[in-house]
């Protein structure tokens, strides 16, 4: 899963706390499961199995695969393991060259030189500051002066930028947003915040659009704020693209409020008097800063290819529509010695795919194969911010018009600490968001065939972990296509090396691939599609 902080590289543009389910689904155990071999979708789903699932993951997660960075051979090899897989079982090669392959071009990008002097002061890089290399242009320069610029917002409610030119500029901004003395926000009029403070990527495109040469943003909790972003930062970062940046954002850096301090000198009364102004009447007005600064950003960029695996099944009788079924197959890769095996992120997720397209092929090939068609879409760059997906939804290999909804997998071998004595239960994420039919079809399948406990905690709107964001299927919802996400939690070993097979579930992973399947094979069979009635909301 990836490791969404403050929504770097995930943009989304409003802010609206829809009521979403958010309760845990006991199911009646008092009415029995089906057990009925002529039932088609249990019959299909016995086919799945522990041994079948570790016989997979005991591979991809293992050291020879050297944890499947993207872009590293490790990566390459689980791509080439999984494609094989779906060659045997005579999938058809779909991929533009006649192979199981959807190519993604990225870019690598990464530090030559990052440096930051202000009035003669020498500051460190991921010390006193931090910036990331795939989303700020190259520059050196010496800026004759930085405008202070409040919370860099610009709003119907509350403007930092009007009447201001910020044009090839360096501004200096808050976090957050401002409230009045009441604890009030001045842009939504309540305690609630707004999407300027969940979403600081939206300042930057702003900052961006306005011609903004470099934003300072000042973290608070610079150490903290590092510590958070370490294992982001621990590698080149990526982004999509074959040498030309796609950013939307303005060049920018984090700074501590040592530096902050260091650049507004002695303009402190000034600051402090726009601060009073500001928090009495909701007013702002830029204040310019005349630090001798100097900033080196220089960049190595390298292109490289990736791969999204694809196994199609072709349906029967409606088989122009779709369901993709998704999971990462990408992971942390290795950092000296270190191996990040990522056997619950998410080679369990990917284990999980290939075993239900195996169901699915051996259905077909009993006569009983499902009406629509079925994509299993192992998609790689998930680690580095949903990347693999975002260039499936951008380039997808079928109309996404025809595609009926997204069943997503990510992290669903382990389990956490509030079921830790009782693994029969599975996180479920935003299955109302888009279509009531998608939250009902897994609601009655679950009672018929699988009886697992539902929880969605993590569907809540106001989740602060913001789950919804933070994998593949995200990528779908935001096109309009109902996107379910099955998910265990996190662990103590999420994202450390210790994410070992060793500490795998198979029986719960067995269980959990089961209903997965139900829910699959409900959508690709039901007569009518499922009917899109929700409104896209970026929470």
């Known amino acids: 899963m990836y490791k969404l902080i403050l929504l770097v590289l995930v943009g989304i543009t409003e802010l609206s706390y829809g009521q979403y389910v958010s309760s845990v689904t006991i199911p009646d155990a008092s009415t029995s499961v089906i057990k009925d071999s002529t039932d088609a979708s249990y019959n299909i789903a016995e086919s799945i199995t522990s041994e079948d699932l570790y016989k997979h993951l005991s591979i991809i997660a293992s050291d020879e695969y050297e944890g499947r960075e993207t872009g590293t051979k490790g990566n390459e090899m689980a ?80 403007s930092d930028y009007k009447g201001k030119n910020v044009e090839g500029k360096v ?44 934003v300072l943003i000042i973290e608070n909790d610079i150490k903290k704020f590092l510590g958070e972003n370490r294992k982001f930062l621990m590698s080149p970062g ?13 060049s920018h850096m984090y700074i501590s409020t040592t530096m902050a301090k260091e650049i507004i000198g002695n303009n402190a009364k000034k600051i402090k008097k726009w601060r009073k102004k500001n928090t009495k009447k909701g007013k702002s007005k830029k204040v310019k800063l005349k630090p001798e600064l100097k900033i080196t950003l220089d960049r190595d960029i390298d292109v490289l290819s990736g791969y999204n695996v694809l ?13 993709v079924v998704s999971a990462h197959y ?10 990040f095996n990522g056997a619950d992120d998410n080679g369990s997720g990917t284990s999980t795919v290939l075993e239900l397209a195996q169901a699915m092929v051996k259905a077909k090939a009993e006569g009983n194969g499902p009406r629509r068609s079925i994509l299993f879409l192992l998609v790689t760059g998930e680690e580095k911010g949903l990347l693999g997906s975002e260039y499936y939804s951008e380039f997808p290999l079928f109309p996404l018009e025809n595609t009926v909804a997204n069943v997503n997998i990510d992290m669903v071998g382990r389990s956490d600490k509030k079921y830790a ?59 309009g296509i109902p996107a379910i996400f099955f998910f265990s939690g996190v662990h103590e ?14 029986d719960k992973m067995e269980k959990v691939g089961k209903h997965f399947l139900h829910v699959i094979w409900e959508l690709a069979n039901r007569e ?5 009635d929700g409104l896209l909301k970026d929470d």
């Open 79 to 158: 791509a080439t393991y999984i494609a094989n897989h779906f060659k045997t079982l005579g999938l058809p090669p779909i991929g533009a060259k006649g192979n199981y392959y959807q190519e993604v071009a990225f870019n690598r990008t990464q530090w030559k030189e990052n440096s930051v002097a202000i009035n003669n002061k020498d500051y460190r890089h991921l010390w006193d500051y931090l910036s990331f290399a795939s989303m700020t242009e190259d520059m050196t320069f010496f800026p004759e002066e930085v405008l202070f610029l409040g919370y860099g917002i610009d709003d119907p409610k509350y």
């Open 171 to 214: 501004i200096m901004i808050n976090n957050g947003e401002p409230y009045n003395q009441d604890s009030i926000s001045y842009v939504t009029g309540a305690k609630t915040p707004s999407a300027w403070s969940e979403n600081p990527n939206r300042k930057l495109e702003l900052a961006n659009a306005k011609g903004a040469k470099l």
């Open 238 to 250: 990526l982004e999509l693209g074959d040498g030309q940046s796609l950013n939307p954002y303005a």
């Open 311 to 323: 196994g199609y099944l072709e349906g029967s009788d409606k088989k122009e529509e779709l369901v």
């Open 330 to 339: 990408d992971h942390l890769g290795k950092r000296g010695q270190d191996i």
């Open 421 to 479: 004595n009782d693994p029969n239960y599975i996180y479920v994420i935003g299955s109302d968001r888009l279509s009531t039919d998608l939250h009902k079809i897994n609601e009655e399948q679950n009672q018929k065939y699988s009886q697992i406990t539902l929880d969605y905690k993590y569907n809540d709107a106001k989740d602060p972990n913001r789950y919804y964001f933070r994998s593949d299927h995200y990528n779908f919802a935001k096109k």
């Open 493 to 506: 070993d999420y994202h450390r090396t210790s994410d070992t097979v060793e500490k795998i579930q198979f």
């Open 528 to 532: 009518e599609r499922i009917v899109v």
